[in-house]
Structures are given as structure tokens and as C-alpha cells.
């Protein structure tokens, strides 16, 4: 028992270290780039100013409605989305469910993983976002949303 205990503990530090502070430079970016594509992105109907902030090898993994593959195809269906009848449900974070990870290669930071809790109409799915840092911009590359 004692040993599970203390298991238990140390996987629990290591995955808690692993992740980097919300004071952190790299935490406050990433919170902000998510507020931008998604506050004032997707509910604003704004598909040009998420454009700025996604990947050019971009990919959704969505576990109701399936994969959507590159940039100029996922905006094109938010542009027509937005003419048509809107996107419906708005999205709004979770407060506190936000968590990043740093992602290096041979000591130089390179991406991150972003994790959270986010609220669609009457479902609180979660989603897991792989960002790159290229040329001093943070872009989305990939997107898992689940549990809805």
C-alpha cells in the first residue's frame, strides 16, 4: 500500500512539474491566442482573423464530426458557416482548466500542448491543441476535441 502510495505521488509531481505556470510567458501567449481564435475568432464569426493563428498543415480531430484536414478547408467551411445560418453555439473556456505543456528539441522550445475544459451550448467537451512556434508566431497545428 505504502509503495502504490508513493507511486502515485511521484507520477502525480512529474506530471504537475511537467506543466508550466499561468504566470509563465509561454502560458499567458498561448491563453491569449486561444481568447483570439475562439472568443474573438469563432464567436464573432471572424474566419479571417483565425486564419492568422492556424497552422498551414493544419488538422482537426473532432469525435462527433470526424477529421478536417488543412487550413484553407476548415476556413472555408467556418466562412460558409458564418454566411449561412451562423455557427450556433458559442464557445467559452472553462475558468481554471487551461494547462500547457512545453514542447523543446535539444533544449529549444519549439511547440506546446494546450489542454482544457470548454463549454458548447449544453456540452463541456475537452480539447488538446498542438501549437508551433515558427518564426516567433505561435499557430495552431492540430486539434483534438473530445468527449461531447
Not at 6 to 34: G, M, P, R, T, W
Not at 81 to 88: K, M, N, P
Request: hydrophobic share 35%; with cysteine.
Amino acid at each position: 500500500m505504502k509503495h502504490s502510495l508513493l507511486i502515485l505521488v511521484l507520477l502525480f509531481s512529474v506530471f504537475a512539474l511537467s506543466q508550466v505556470d499561468k504566470d509563465s510567458e509561454l502560458y499567458k501567449k498561448l491563453a491569449i491566442n486561444d481568447s483570439m481564435l475562439f472568443t474573438e475568432g469563432l464567436n464573432k464569426c471572424n474566419p479571417k482573423l483565425m486564419a492568422k493563428y492556424i497552422h498551414s498543415d493544419f488538422e482537426f480531430y473532432h469525435d462527433k464530426g470526424g477529421i478536417n484536414k488543412g487550413k484553407d478547408q476548415f476556413i472555408i467551411g467556418l466562412e460558409q458557416q458564418c454566411a449561412g445560418e451562423g455557427l450556433g453555439n458559442k464557445r467559452y473556456l472553462v475558468a481554471g482548466s487551461l494547462v500547457v505543456y512545453p514542447l523543446y528539441n535539444k533544449g529549444e522550445l519549439y511547440g506546446a500542448i494546450q489542454h482544457g475544459e470548454h463549454n458548447f451550448g449544453d456540452s463541456t467537451p475537452k480539447f488538446t491543441h498542438l501549437w508551433l512556434l515558427e518564426n516567433n508566431e505561435w499557430k495552431i497545428s492540430r486539434v483534438l476535441s473530445y468527449d461531447h
